[in-house]
């Protein structure tokens, strides 16, 4: 059974803090690594993917992969009460190019004005 | 900027009753795909469809599931016999097919059903 683990939360960081969002996958075979932001009710919003090791930065996101330790990982600087949501970490199951996604529980995080 | 779209936003049907649940995908992307998230549980892929045929189906997807794309922009899922635990978001994603960056999948806002 491939797993996606994430700590369901909550996370509760002050607003201007550094969020840091943690994700570890069972699959060695993973090859692409997603993170998706969910407010409640409404679907997944990508905000970013990652396919190599090392960081990728995006604005106030970071993303950070270890295929090593299979653990990838998802920093939100300068925190925004609207950052409140549900993330959801997402990791591919490739097959030839098809490539289904596996999701974990996700981790509620809270900004705290 | 192109976005995934789905209808209808919420679906009310009885146990037994068959149901369809439409989607358009980003108009060049070649992959689509089913997920249903039960409430309160993780997002669970059911189906991937290219090339007007199924990739790859979870074991979620069984006979009561079927998939179309009738059509040049259409995409559906439709549910022959309703049970009380189908009730869940249905989300339709797609994706371009190329380039490493473009193994990004787009999701629709979904279709809430709700099984009585």
């Known amino acids: 059974q491939k797993e996606v683990e994430q700590n369901s939360g909550p996370l509760s960081v002050p607003e201007g803090a550094i969020a840091s969002l943690n994700c570890t996958y069972s699959d060695r075979g993973s090859q692409s690594f997603f993170w998706y932001r969910q407010y409640s009710g409404k679907s997944p919003e990508l905000i970013m993917s990652i396919y190599s090791n090392g960081d990728k930065e995006d604005g106030r996101f970071t993303a950070q992969l270890n295929k090593a330790s299979q653990y990838v990982s998802l920093l939100i600087r300068d925190s925004q009460p609207s950052d409140s949501a549900t993330y959801l970490c997402?990791?591919?199951?490739?097959?030839?190019?098809?490539?289904?996604?596996?999701f974990g529980t996700g981790t509620r995080l809270t900004i705290i004005p | 900027e192109p976005e995934v779209t789905q209808t209808p936003s919420h679906q009310v049907t009885q146990m037994g009753q068959e149901v369809i649940l439409r989607c358009v995908p980003i108009?060049?992307?070649?992959?689509f795909y089913w997920y249903r998230q039960i409430l309160g549980q993780k997002v669970e892929f059911l189906v991937s469809?290219?090339?007007?045929?199924?990739?790859?189906k979870s074991e979620i997807f069984d006979d009561q599931f079927s998939v179309e794309r009738p059509d040049g922009s259409n995409f559906t899922l439709k549910i022959r016999s309703t049970k009380l635990e189908d009730s869940a978001m249905y989300f339709c994603?797609?994706?371009?097919?190329?380039?490493?960056?473009?193994?990004?999948?787009?999701f629709g806002p979904g279709t809430r059903l709700t099984v009585t």
């Open positions: 994603a797609s994706k371009v097919k190329g380039l490493a960056a473009q193994y990004e999948q787009y």
């Open positions: 997402a990791v591919n199951v490739a097959n030839f190019g098809n490539e289904k996604l596996t």
């Open positions: 108009s060049n992307h070649l992959y």
């Open positions: 469809f290219y090339n007007n045929e199924i990739s790859e």
